[in-house]
Antibody, heavy 122, light 110 residues
Framework: QVHLMQSGAEVRKPGASVKVSCKAS????????MHWVRQAPGQGLEWMGW????????NYAQKFQGRLTMTRDTSISTIYMELTGLTSDDTAMYFC???????????????WGQGTLVTVSS | QTVVTQEPSFSVSPGGTVTLTCGLS?????????PSWYQQTPGQAPRTLIY???TRSSGVPDRFSGSILGNKAALTITGAQADDESDYYC??????????FGGGTKLTVL
């Protein structure tokens, strides 16, 4: 069965960076685009971007351009999300999610990771 | 910038039917927006209910259905149960590879 396992909670100071991982299992890792979504405390979901596991190609929401980097390691079926220049506004739960259709970014998301809490505090 | 709109809150009686909608601040939602729906309870990851307008995710009961109603995407829940009380989010494909979530609907079953 499809499973997305994320890394553990992180605490960072303002101005620092954080890198969160998401390990996929139970399906052909390279077949599906992967997304990152975040949720600030008490707020709604916010789409951040996607990565193509085969090529490493990416697309980021304009809001995060310049400080968001998504990468992958196909040898261990894992994707990464790195966010730099952290502020308190980046305090949120970060989720990885698999695209529902193989080979493209259409269709929506089907499977989700359990979430990784990132806290930014001085 | 186009905003994805959802009702902030809705209530339904146990056993009743409710339709939540997902629209655009400008324009109409169609299947080419690939509307998808997610259920979330506090402290949990979202659960996928519907993707690509009306495809039910694995294990989701047929009480949940997706459609296009007029100029909006819709999620209909029939035979509402107490554990349907959750937050519901839609997401739309906005072109150029970008997705945007709605603000969510808090559904109360009472």
């Amino acid at each position: 069965q499809v499973h997305l396992m994320q890394s553990g909670a992180e605490v960072r100071k303002p101005g620092a960076s954080v890198k969160v991982s998401c390990k996929a299992s139970g399906y052909a890792f390279t077949g599906y685009y992967m997304h990152w979504v975040r949720q600030a405390p008490g707020q709604g979901l916010e789409w951040m971007g996607w990565i193509v596991p085969t090529s490493g190609g990416t697309n980021y929401a304009q809001k995060f351009q310049g400080r968001l980097t998504m990468t992958r390691d196909t040898s261990i079926s894992t994707i990464y999300m790195e966010l730099t220049g952290l502020t308190s506004d980046d305090t949120a739960m970060y989720f990885c999610a698999r695209n529902s259709r193989s080979g493209n970014y259409y269709g929506g998301f089907d499977y989700w990771g359990q979430g990784t809490l990132v806290t930014v505090s001085s | 910038q186009t905003v994805v709109t959802q009702e902030p809150s809705f209530s339904v009686s146990p056993g009743g039917t409710v339709t939540l909608t997902c629209g655009l601040s400008s324009g109409s939602v169609s299947a080419s927006y690939y509307p998808s729906w997610y259920q979330q309870t506090p402290g949990q990851a979202p659960r996928t209910l519907i993707y690509s307008t009306n495809t039910r995710s694995s294990g989701v009961p047929d009480r949940f259905s997706g459609s296009i109603l007029g100029n909006k995407a819709a999620l209909t829940i029939t035979g509402a149960q107490a554990d349907d009380e959750s937050d519901y989010y839609c997401v739309l494909y906005m072109g150029n590879g970008d997705w945007v979530f709605g603000g969510g609907t808090k559904l109360t079953v009472l």
